[in-house]
Antibody
Framework: EVQLVESGGGLVQPGGSLRLSCAASGFTFSDRYMEWVRQAPGKGLEWVGR??????????EYAASVKGRFTVSRDDSENSLYLQMNSLKTEDTAVYYC?????????????WGQGTLVSVSS | DIQMTQSPSTLFASVGDRVTITCRASQSISSWLAWYQQKPGKAPKLLIYKASSLESGVPSRFSGSGSGTEFTLTISSLQPDDFATYYC?????????FGQGTKLEIK
């Protein structure tokens, strides 16, 4: 059974940093692209960023709203995905979801974690 | 960037109704569109990928159609479990934008 479990959320002051983690199981993590999606309270879904697999040089892509502040990384030996968030703004307050990309022939997010809440406030 | 426009924002319907939700892209995205269902307090769930392919385990009352810039999600006969918010997402090019969502409510 595929499982994605996020952790690391919490309250942080504007300008601060936070690192989210996602523990993956039930599939060959190293083969897959992985992505982060967020949802501000009462709002819609926003794609945050992606990391490709080793075969694709672990290349990353980001939404313009987080580019230069957020970094997606992974540790295939630990089956873990990370989101390093720096220079946090109040508008980064959201539930952050770890997701699995289904692949280039189906192009969707087929598994989601339960989410972890990040609150940016003074 | 490609913009995704979903309509309506809110849809009132009854159990047994046939409902359709529309998603329009600002430029062609071929068939690279996915649909998700989200219930309050829960993570989204994939329903449809590649515009019209049903994800494994999703009831056959859900169907998707379209290509290019116009797409629809249809629920053929609403069930009580279907009242939720639905999102489309384009997967043609970065950024992989979501539509703003359609909340399906009980009439």
């Amino acid at each position: 059974e595929v499982q994605l479990v996020e952790s690391g959320g919490g309250l942080v002051q504007p300008g601060g940093s936070l690192r989210l983690s996602c523990a993956a199981s039930g599939f060959t993590f190293s083969d897959r692209y992985m992505e982060w999606v967020r949802q501000a309270p009462g709002k819609g879904l926003e794609w945050v960023g992606r990391i490709r697999n080793k075969a694709n040089n672990y290349n990353t892509e980001y939404a313009a709203s987080v580019k230069g502040r957020f970094t997606v990384s992974r540790d295939d030996s630990e089956n873990s995905l990370y989101l390093q968030m720096n220079s946090l703004k109040t508008e980064d307050t959201a539930v952050y979801y770890c997701t699995r990309y289904s692949g280039s022939y189906t192009r969707s997010l087929d598994y989601w974690g339960q989410g972890t809440l990040v609150s940016v406030s003074s | 960037d490609i913009q995704m426009t979903q309509s309506p924002s809110t849809l009132f319907a009854s159990v047994g109704d046939r409902v359709t939700i529309t998603c329009r892209a600002s430029q062609s995205i071929s068939s690279w569109l996915a649909w998700y269902q989200q219930k309050p307090g829960k993570a989204p769930k994939l329903l449809i990928y590649k515009a019209s392919s049903l994800e494994s385990g999703v009831p056959s009352r859900f169907s998707g159609s379209g290509s290019g810039t116009e797409f629809t999600l249809t629920i053929s006969s609403l069930q009580p479990d279907d009242f939720a918010t639905y999102y489309c997402q384009q997967y043609d090019s970065n950024p992989y934008i979501f539509g703003q969502g359609t909340k399906l409510e009980i009439k």
